[in-house]
């Protein structure tokens, strides 16, 4: 079985201010790592994922995070937010191979302020 | 290429009835997993199913099934509805089986309110 836990609910920051979104992860077997990002009234969108290789993912709006297999952290970073990053971001962490459930942790609600 | 539909967009109903909730995954995604979403708990895993079979369950008492079709469309069943079963529900696709190798596309969600 595996967990992850986001250490904050809320995190309001300035336009163009970096920002940092903390996920820690539980896990007894090898993992897949995954940020997704839901705007309001919408389902939730892939923003990157980790699967092996590089630690460090990026994607293709400016967010990056890194695995860190001895911290088991796999937080998320965007060194300028802008207005339209407001949104609530999950962490979400499976098993590698089949049949995995993947598990999702409550959520960080980013509030960039103007 | 559409995305995941997932209808009706909202849907009021009274404690004790039975509802129906459908998801069309992505063209050619065999994987559809559903999930509740609520502000308490967050997102959790109801069931998934790939080629028509379930393949994993979360821990949700009966009244919550699911069914898949051989189109890959997915349908979802809450009966004996509860105050408690108000939340989002959200259906998500995915090539292979569960999100973990490709990540999943979600759909926008069916808003349950029970009164």
């Known amino acids: 079985a595996q967990s992850v836990t986001q250490l904050d609910s809320q995190v309001p920051v300035f336009e163009e201010a970096p920002v940092e979104l903390r996920c820690n992860y539980s896990s007894s077997v090898s993992v897949y790592l995954f940020w997704y990002v839901q705007y309001p009234n919408q389902g939730l969108q892939l923003l990157l994922k980790y699967l092996s290789g590089s630690t460090l993912v990026e994607s293709i709006n400016g967010f990056e995070a890194e695995f860190n297999k001895s911290q088991t952290s796999f937080h998320l970073r965007k060194p300028s937010v802008h207005i339209s990053d407001t949104a609530e971001y999950f962490c979400?962490?499976?098993?590698?191979?089949?049949?995995?459930?993947?598990?999702f942790g409550t959520g960080t609600k980013l509030q960039v302020i103007p | 290429k559409a995305g995941v539909t997932q209808t009706p967009r909202y849907l009021i109903k009274t404690r004790g009835q039975q509802v129906t909730l459908s998801c069309s995954p992505i063209s050619g995604h065999r994987s559809v997993s559903w999930y509740q979403q609520t502000p308490g708990q967050g997102l959790q895993f109801l069931f998934e199913y790939f080629s028509e079979t379930q393949r994993n369950k979360g821990n949700f008492p009966g009244r919550f099934s699911g069914r898949q079709f051989s189109n890959s469309r997915s349908e979802m069943n809450v009966s004996t509805l509860e105050l408690g079963d108000s939340a989002l529900y959200l259906c998500?696709?995915?090539?292979?089986?569960?999100?973990?190798?490709?990540?999943?596309?979600f759909g926008s969600g069916t808003r349950l309110t029970v009164v």
């Open positions: 979400a962490v499976s098993g590698s191979g089949g049949y995995q459930k993947v598990t």
């Open positions: 998500a696709s995915s090539l292979g089986t569960g999100g973990a190798n490709y990540g999943y596309t």
